[in-house]
């Protein structure tokens, strides 16, 4: 049975065309993963089916009376609680019938009528219906899965990082339990126990669901179906992600088999008319050319602009480059023991471990952008660090690529700012659109062309792959392979550091793992 069916659905931004005439549905039993590149039209796909953003053309209905609940990569919450406070809003109608249960009986207490205790036994029945005495348990529960905890229930969320609110508004959306839940990169921000968490609790969901991610590995385990949206087409598959992947590929060598065999007859066709469009033979030359005009034509299967960095390096001579020692680290109270450890010159080094925001809070320590309770830090004077902040905040969202690296560095051409762009697969469409009308991996790429303009020796990434593709990933990859500086890394994706890190620092345990 269709929960959602979609058809014929068009749109487009300003010369890209998104999706023309697309046609699928959401069944009640779809684990659906949504997969496509960068920029290919995801997230805008769940603003559409959501209403926030109107299509040119088609379709969206939703089965009568169905819940939806829906996580943007871009989650924010302008609630002036604190976070035990917003996740129990989750349950605000069960608190009502509380509250009209208390009145009830306080209004009983003045008039003695049984009616009032009548229905305050209703209000019973509905709160022990729904386990009302058991939500305490159930915002615990969820806070630990997604490491929530460690930032304490009383904390305000208006206090939260943007990474943060996210985590806290998924799980808002998991304790409300609606019929279909449509998530947009939930594995940002989250460790890697927190996603095992994440899996068992999608696989063991009720309702059906769309999952927007990059992560293959988290969608090969939680789907049953998946939609790809490349080359301004939505298609289906059904079966895992790397089935789907599969299937992609066949269709993909049959249209390029069709395109080729076409493109040969088409050119076959055309020296025919130019040799006899004036000659005896000319009446099956226009024939031809009558053909040609007619014909639809195949589109060959193409890839969208890919990215290629390349961080510039500046020579260090010193053997060590930063020294901790004693590093104790948190916000109100410390996080985890104090860390000690050194790199030396050329070391890869990745950061893991810990519940919640244990690595961001050690890096921004480091840094020195947020205190530390006692330790100490120390870069050899000739380091020069780049970093990069997984927050993709901008000083002024509305500016565009283009005007944002123009701002850093003033001095800068803008044809050679589009080149890098270009380069870092930033299109020229997009290099002209306000920073928060891109996608997030989008967005990510720019914070990495701006990496590439500023020379360094020490690299510092709090998870750069959030929000990429596959494709960007691997350039990333290469381009920290052959970088001769030291890197120190913050992922949860142990695909994308297995092979070339010198060290794995599990921040956790305390411990550097050989």
């Not at 269709?251 to 004036?278: F, M, T, W």
């Not at 639809?296 to 060590?320: G, V």
């Not at 142990?494 to 010198?502: E, H, K, L, Q």
Request: proline letters at 3%; one cysteine or more; hydrophobic letters at 35%.
């Amino acid at each position: 049975m269709s929960i959602l069916e979609v058809e014929g659905l068009s749109m487009s931004f300003d010369d890209k065309q998104l999706y023309k005439d697309a046609s699928f549905r959401l069944n009640k039993e779809d684990h659906m993963g949504i997969i496509g590149q960068n920029g290919a039209g995801k997230s805008t796909l769940i603003k559409i089916l959501t209403g926030s953003r109107l299509p040119d053309e088609g379709r969206i209905k939703w089965q009568r009376g169905v819940r939806i609940g829906y996580l943007d990569q871009y989650a924010e919450s302008a609630h002036d609680l604190t976070i035990g406070a917003f996740l129990q809003s989750a349950f605000k109608e069960l608190f009502e019938v509380q509250e009209r249960q208390t009145r009830y009986y306080e209004e009983y207490a003045k008039k003695i009528d049984d009616s009032l205790l009548e229905k305050a036994g209703r209000c019973q029945e509905i709160l022990e219906a729904n386990d009302f005495y058991g939500i305490q348990t159930k915002i615990d529960q969820v806070m630990s899965g997604l490491g929530i905890d460690a930032l304490g229930s009383n904390r305000q969320v208006s206090e939260c990082s943007g990474g943060q609110r996210s985590k806290i508004i998924l799980a808002k959306l998991l304790l409300e339990k609606p019929d279909v839940l449509l998530l947009d990169e939930p594995t940002n921000y989250l460790d890697t126990e927190h996603i095992e968490w994440l899996i068992d609790y999608l696989n063991g969901f009720e309702g059906c669901f769309m999952v927007i991610s990059h992560d293959y590995d988290f969608l090969e385990r939680i789907t049953n179906t998946i939609v790809d949206v490349a080359f301004g087409k939505i298609t289906k598959y059904t079966g895992s992600f790397r089935k789907a992947i599969k299937q992609k590929e066949e269709k993909k060598a049959v249209q390029l088999k069709a395109y080729e065999k076409q493109r040969r007859q088409i050119e076959k066709d055309e020296a025919y008319i130019r040799k006899n469009k004036a000659g005896t033979r000319s009446t099956m030359a226009k024939s031809r050319q009558k053909r040609l005009d007619k014909l639809e034509r195949i589109t060959p299967p193409s890839d969208n602009l890919q990215a290629h960095f390349k961080f510039p390096y500046i020579e260090l001579l010193s053997a060590s480059t930063l020294t901790v020692s004693g590093l104790s680290v948190g916000y109100e109270t410390p996080l985890l023991s104090p860390v000690t450890f050194s790199m030396s010159h050329g070391q890869k080094v990745v950061l893991k471990g810990f519940n919640g925001v244990g690595k961001s809070t050690l890096i921004k320590s480091i840094l020195g952008i947020i205190p530390s309770f006692s330790g100490s830090v120390h870069f050899v004077d000739s380091c020069i660090v780049n970093y990069f902040d997984q927050n993709l905040e901008w000083d002024d969202p509305t500016k565009t690529p283009l005007q944002t690296l123009q701002d850093i560095y003033p001095r800068l051409e803008p044809k050679t700012i589009r080149q890098r762009l270009a380069r870092a697969g930033i299109n020229a469409s997009n290099t002209m659109k306000p920073m928060n009308l891109l996608s997030g991996g989008e967005q990510t790429k720019v914070k990495l062309c701006i990496m590439e303009l500023k020379p360094s020796n020490f690299l510092i990434l709090d998870e750069p792959t959030n929000h990429l593709d596959d494709e960007t990933k691997n350039a990333l990859r290469d381009a920290l392979i052959s970088y001769p500086g030291n890197v120190l890394l913050v992922t949860h994706e142990a695909s994308f550091y297995d092979g070339w890190t010198d060290r794995i620092f599990d921040v956790e345990q305390i411990r550097l793992n050989k």
